[in-house]
Structure formats: C-alpha cells, structure tokens
C-alpha cells in the first residue's frame, strides 16, 4: 500500500514521557529486591530498552515473551498463543509487564492471565501507547506513556510489514491514493 508516515508524538515528548514514567516506576518499586521487566516481542523492545536504563531504585532483570494472537477480531473469545515463552521463573518475583500499545487488550490480558498463574509477588503493566476507544476486555493498566486516538501507528519498536521500528517517534501511517 502506499503511503506517507506523519509525526504523531515527536521524539522529545517520548522520551519526556518515558523518564517521567521511569521516576514514577523508581518510586513504586524503591523497596523492592528486584524488578523483572518482561517485554512483548517484538513491539516493545525499543520501549523496553528506553525505560529500562531509567530504573535505578532496584535492581532489574530483563526477559522476554511473544504472544500472538488469532481467530476473528469479531469474536471476544480470541485465542492467544505463547510463541516464545519467558527464560526465567517469576513465582515471587515483582513483575511489570511491558507492552508497545493496548488496542482491543485481548493480548494483555490473556497474558496477565497467564503470568498471574505463575503467581509473581506483583504484576504490573506498562504500555507506551494505549487506544482506549478500541477496548474490548478491561486490562488493569498501571502506566500509560499517551492515549492516542484510533489511528494505525509506527515508531519507538511499533511496525508496519516489520518497517519503522526504528523511528525515534511516534507517526500515524497514511494511506494514498
Ligand atoms: P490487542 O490489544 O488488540 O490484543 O493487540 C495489541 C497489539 O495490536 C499490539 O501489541 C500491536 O501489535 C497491534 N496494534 C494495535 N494497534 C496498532 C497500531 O496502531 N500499529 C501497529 N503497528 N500495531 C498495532
Ligand atoms: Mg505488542
Ligand atoms: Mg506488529
């Protein structure tokens, strides 16, 4: 498809957002012995990396899973499947999951559900982008980086056909023609 990219959230407000999201999370897990922050591949890791290098009141470990989800965007029932599952056990582990974008949350909370049975100490979600008007089933979100409204995104790790990634800033993709 043809098209052009437009800045959406230009890099400066990113990463103003991602270090103030960082002094919020340094402050929540101050008492805590350790942080496993789990990033959803592949969309978050551009994200993860980012706020990672901003926790410095506990000490973080970094693990990884990818979920993929199917069956019609019709159904609420869609089923999601581990493709690659985390390395490390987190029984007893504060955990935060960390997402690029919530959009109908099927994904999110599947693999909240997921984790939970794993039972972490604590279970937290963190999301760059969130479209709120898309929700289908309610995910406990603890931080929000921006609500944006219902557009098809790219940048900060988020892709379209696996381009983009590697913008320094939010863009939505418009089509022509
Ligand atoms: P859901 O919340 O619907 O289960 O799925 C969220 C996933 O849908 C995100 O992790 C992302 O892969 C994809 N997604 C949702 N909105 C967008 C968007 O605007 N751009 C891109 N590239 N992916 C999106
Ligand atoms: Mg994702
Ligand atoms: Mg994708």
């Known amino acids: 498809m043809k098209h052009r990219v437009d800045v959406m959230i230009p ?3 990113v990463q103003a957002r991602i270090a103030e999201m960082g002094r919020e999370i340094n402050e929540r897990y101050r ?3 350790e942080l496993v922050m789990v ?3 592949r969309g978050s890791c551009v994200f993860l990396s980012d706020l990672c290098r901003h926790i410095t009141s506990t000490d973080v470990c970094l693990d990884f899973m990818t979920a993929s989800s199917y069956g019609s965007s019709m159904t609420s029932s869609r089923e999601v499947r581990i493709i690659k599952d985390l390395d490390d056990e987190i029984k007893g582990k504060d955990v935060l999951i960390v997402e690029d974008i919530i959009d109908t949350g099927h994904t999110l909370s599947k693999v909240r559900e997921i984790m939970r049975l794993r ?3 604590s279970l937290a979600i963190c999301t760059l982008l969130d479209k709120p008007s898309r929700r289908e089933v309610d995910v406990p979100v603890d931080w929000v980086g921006f609500a944006i409204p219902d557009e098809f995104v790219v940048g900060v790790g988020i892709d379209y056909a ?3 990634r590697n913008l320094r800033y939010i ?3 418009v089509p022509l023609e």
Do not use: N, T
Request: proline share 6%.
């Open 11 to 13: 890099e400066d407000e």
């Open 162 to 164: 696996q381009r983009y």
């Open 39 to 41: 990033g959803l591949l």
């Open 31 to 33: 008492d805590s012995e």
């Open 119 to 121: 039972e972490p100490k």
């Open 171 to 173: 863009a939505k993709v």
